[in-house]
């Protein structure tokens, strides 16, 4: 399966809407915070519950997020600063 990310000219706009299965408007920036940071808070938690006491998930773990080489420069760049913003 291919997963492909396309946004118009205003990629960095953070008010730009997309729309959810029933057609309610949503705005795209804040969904993929949302989806970045479940990522991390989820990673984050497991880490403490496995008792892994003697990792600091705030200062040993250094969070990478990569992007299809396909992505267009605005994509990437509204992908990082959703990520920039979780953190």
């Known amino acids: 399966t291919v997963y492909m990310f396309y946004i118009g ?4 706009d953070k008010d730009l809407e997309i729309k959810d299965v029933l057609g ?8 993929f915070v949302q989806a970045i940071r479940y990522i991390k808070d989820h990673m ?3 880490v403490t519950n496995k008792g892994l006491s003697t ?3 705030d200062k040993d773990i250094h969070w990478l997020l ?3 080489a396909i992505w267009n420069d605005l994509s990437k760049r509204f992908m990082r600063e959703a990520a ?3 953190d």
């Open 55 to 57: 990792i600091n998930p």
């Open 84 to 86: 920039v913003e979780v």
């Open 24 to 31: 309610k408007p949503m705005k795209a920036f804040d969904v």
């Open 44 to 46: 984050t938690s497991n």
């Open 66 to 68: 990569t992007v299809p």
């Open 9 to 12: 000219p205003t990629a960095s």
